[in-house]
T-cell receptor, first 113, second 114 residues
């Protein structure tokens, strides 16, 4: 079945540092890929998505590229801010019809001054 | 603002005592989902509704039931909560079944079982 593997957290960075959160997946077919973010006390929000190989999703300075050859969708940001502190979830869309997501376990990011 | 609202934010119930969690949406979306999220684990889909059509995940225990009386509301019923059912329960909606329809989540209900 489909599955998502994310790097374990917490990840602690200083403000303005470069961020990478690794995500790899296993799936049949070519699913859409997503990053969701969960700020403290809030629900999950869609951060970005990519629907086919070599697509790059981007939003709020975050980017991720759909790499079919390495089955990866790593999240990157060039310069993090304290306000980026949150839990980040990589997710895989369904390939067998329907709109169901398979999530990774989440990576907590802490950004310090 | 259009949104997904879950009530209550925190729910405490006793072992074996039935409990109902609520979700409402003002997005007029066709699809509503319930996810269970245990500490440090991935959110796990329990079931979803496409309009009135109920879709249960194969590994969702019978102890979990759901009702969707109309487009706006969806309920999660736990008939006999066990200690292992303590978790964050997330409701989400989407406009359709297409893969690219993003999910919109509520803030969740944290369930404690004593």
């Amino acid at each position: 079945g489909n599955s998502v593997t994310q790097m374990e957290g917490p990840v602690t960075l200083s403000e303005e540092a470069f961020l990478t959160i690794n995500c790899t997946y296993t799936a049949t077919g070519y699913p859409s890929l997503f990053w969701y973010v969960q700020y403290p006390g809030e629900g999950l929000q869609l951060l970005l998505k990519a629907t086919k190989a070599d697509d790059k999703g981007s939003n709020k300075g975050f980017e991720a590229t759909y790499r079919k050859e390495t089955t990866s969708f790593h999240l990157e940001k060039g310069s993090v801010q304290v306000s980026d502190s949150a839990v980040y979830f990589c997710a895989l869309g369904s390939t067998g019809g329907g709109n169901k997501l398979t999530f990774g376990t989440g990576t907590q990011l802490k950004v310090e001054l | 603002d259009a949104m997904v609202i879950q009530n209550p934010r925190y729910q405490v119930t006793q072992f074996g005592k039935p409990v109902t969690l609520s979700c409402s949406q003002t997005l007029n979306h066709n699809v509503m989902y319930w996810y269970q999220q245990k500490s440090s684990q991935a959110p796990k889909l329990l079931f979803h509704y496409y309009d009135k059509d109920f879709n249960n995940e194969a590994d969702t225990p019978d102890n979990f039931q759901s009702r969707r009386p109309n487009t706006s509301f969806c309920f999660l019923d736990i008939r006999s909560p066990g200690l292992g059912d303590a978790a964050m329960y997330l409701c989400a909606t989407s406009s359709g079944q297409g893969e690219n329809s993003p999910l919109h989540f509520g803030n969740g209900t944290r369930l404690t079982v004593t």
